[in-house]
């Protein structure tokens, strides 16, 4: 089973940007598909990015399309997620999440573990 401890949120201005880690252990890092969800106060979690076990393969929300990367390395066992052009609107805590599913889907419930959050603060 994978443990997963982000770092890198913090407080930015708006148009800044911030780089978001998530280490992974406990268990083989390349065989997880990895996602960076947020939760805005008041709001449901939702997915950021994903990548596939590879990294081959990414995903982003319509909303950072063009501003987030997504990028991973599994000899370090770590996953990041690089914000540029930061928006208020991205205010939220950041969540790294981990699944054993092949290509899973775009929702909470489809990645089993998580970590414990970092939070992300964009003032105007």
């Known amino acids: 089973q994978v443990q997963l401890v982000e770092s890198g949120g913090g407080l930015v201005q708006a148009g800044g940007s911030l780089r978001l880690s998530c280490a992974a252990s406990g268990g083989t890092f390349g065989g997880y598909v990895m996602g960076w969800f947020r939760q805005a106060p008041g709001k449901g979690r939702a997915i950021v990015a994903r990548?596939?076990?590879?990294?081959?393969?990414?995903y982003y929300a319509d909303s950072v399309k063009g501003r987030f990367t997504v990028s991973r390395d599994n000899a370090k066992n770590t996953v990041n997620l690089q914000m540029s052009s930061l928006k208020p609107e991205d205010t939220a805590v950041y969540y790294c999440?981990?699944?054993?599913?092949?290509?899973?889907?775009?929702?909470?419930?489809?990645?089993?573990?998580w970590g414990q959050g970092t939070e992300v603060t964009v003032s105007s």
């Open positions: 999440a981990a699944t054993r599913r092949s290509w899973p889907g775009l929702l909470e419930s489809d990645f089993e573990y």
């Open positions: 990548i596939s076990r590879s990294g081959a393969s990414t």
